[in-house]
């Protein structure tokens, strides 16, 4: 379970605040969705959960523990992450990224390479293929599914999420959105998942918060929000696609 | 054919003065590399100490050989001493400087990935930066290999030996074809060290997949 109690961020030593005294707990096994347009401080929400950015204030607790209490290497190695800009090291092969934090972690190589051929498979990958060859030897999204099995080697309880797939391609960004409900419901994950697209959100959240100038709008199950939006951003923020729909409705 | 037959005859000495030029070349080489890698490393993470070693390295290098040669001589007295203080001084600022562009320029996706799956900041510099770094590395290190091959040249004035005796002997003595040896020689060896070097900075970028 991770809880975020009043948590607040301020890159201008408090003159204004990304992010604004949040609050939300993530239940073990949930994929709770951030959604919001950029700036509004949902990325600056989830780096804070593993200290890529230190809270300015209010506590954030992963199992129960205070994430300021513990080692900051510790931490990240124990939560996988995803990153928007994929970030795959270009020179170490596919299975040696999937693997890298194992590497980290001490473990011998035989170890390594078997559970990156798992994860490979995980993800779709068949790694007779693919892992051996390098990252600039596959297409972007290849490259994020490497991504995600490298988020998923140390078989970390959580899974952090920074629109993984914003920078792919429609048709892609589809797949991989199955993909990951499909892998969801094989490995019980705790999922925070940030992205900015509303249909992504309604596709892979059990929950949504919708966060605005640094502050939650609403948090529910997308039927909630969708039925019985609690303020006039979510409201439009929902209703603008729904009305696009309509007319693309008239029009066909 | 006169000539052929010059370096057939003075071939024993040409091989004492190559090697003694290769000597000059590769101490003060290897001297400037681990000197200015770690100074590179300095001013890509704290870019406050960049202005201070970058003009210090700037200045150093405005100096004319010849002059800081006779400078060195002073405290360090004749002989390969003074020459390879110069030529370590004159060979740092293309490695500092490459090695601390080669580290900013590691795509910042890159380091945010290692940060954030938790590599300490020791393994991100040696399993990530560095590697990544390598062939802008190299390519200071070709740069200053070259210059040094050049500069050693002049080391002969003070006493250090190497190819230069041959081009100053050849002056003094007004012997052409002493002149024109070393200075086959010592071109020679510069433009062959600098094609093996950058051999390798672009076998190592192809190996390490960076395009």
């Known amino acids: ?252 | 054919m006169d000539f052929l037959q010059y370096i057939v005859d003075k071939r024993g000495d040409l091989l004492v003065k190559t090697a003694q030029h290769l000597m000059l070349t590769g101490v003060s080489a290897s001297a400037a590399i681990c000197i200015g890698v770690p100074l590179g490393i300095l001013i890509a993470r704290w870019p406050r100490s960049r202005h201070a070693v970058l003009g210090i390295a700037g200045v150093v290098q405005t100096i004319p050989s010849v002059a800081m040669l006779a400078l060195l001589m002073i405290p360090l007295g004749l002989g390969a001493k003074p020459a390879i203080a110069a030529l370590i001084l004159y060979a740092l600022l293309p490695i500092v400087v490459n090695t601390s562009a080669g580290l900013v320029g590691v795509s910042p996706d890159v380091l945010e990935a290692a940060d954030g799956l938790g590599f300490t900041r020791r393994q991100r510099l040696w399993m990530v930066e560095l590697p990544l770094a390598a062939p802008v590395i190299i390519a200071g290190i070709r740069t200053s290999a070259v210059i040094t091959v050049g500069i050693a040249t002049l080391s002969a004035l003070i006493g250090a030996g190497g190819l230069g005796d041959f081009i100053f002997r050849g002056l003094s003595t007004g012997n052409n074809m002493a002149i024109t040896m070393g200075v086959v020689a010592a071109s020679s060896m510069a433009l062959l060290l600098g094609w093996a070097i950058g051999w390798m900075e672009k076998a190592l970028k192809r190996r390490l997949h960076l395009q």
């Not at chain 1, 939300?24 to 950029?38: D, K, N, W, Y």
């Open chain 1, 1 to 252: 379970m991770i809880v975020l109690d009043q948590v607040k961020k301020s890159f201008d030593s408090g003159e204004t605040f990304a992010v604004d005294g949040i609050s939300l707990t993530v239940a073990e096994g949930e994929t709770l969705v951030l959604l919001g347009s950029s700036g509004c401080g949902k990325t600056t929400t989830l780096k804070m959960i593993n200290r890529l950015v230190e809270p300015t204030a209010g506590t954030i607790t992963v199992d129960g523990r205070d994430i300021m209490q513990q080692g900051v290497i510790e931490l990240r190695r124990s939560i996988g992450y995803v990153f928007q800009g994929i970030g795959l090291m270009p020179h170490l092969t596919v299975a040696e990224n999937v693997s890298v934090v194992l590497r980290l972690l001490g473990e011998p190589w035989e170890q390594r390479r078997l559970r990156a051929l798992e994860l490979l498979d995980v993800v779709d990958l068949p790694a007779a293929q693919y892992a051996d060859q390098f990252p600039d030897e596959l297409s972007g999204g290849q490259q994020q599914r490497v991504g995600v099995a490298r988020a998923l080697a140390a078989n970390p309880g959580y899974l952090l999420m920074d629109e993984p797939f914003g920078a792919l391609d429609a048709l892609t960004r589809d797949m991989l959105q199955q993909e990951l409900l499909a892998v969801k419901s094989r490995i019980m994950k705790t999922i925070i998942f940030v992205t900015h697209d509303i249909f992504e959100a309604l596709t892979l959240a059990d929950r949504i918060a919708v966060m605005h100038a640094g502050r939650i709008e609403q948090i529910g199950t997308p039927a909630e929000i969708l039925k019985r939006p609690a303020t006039d951003f979510v409201r439009d923020l929902f209703g603008k696609p729904a009305q696009q729909l309509k007319l693309f409705d008239k029009d066909g």
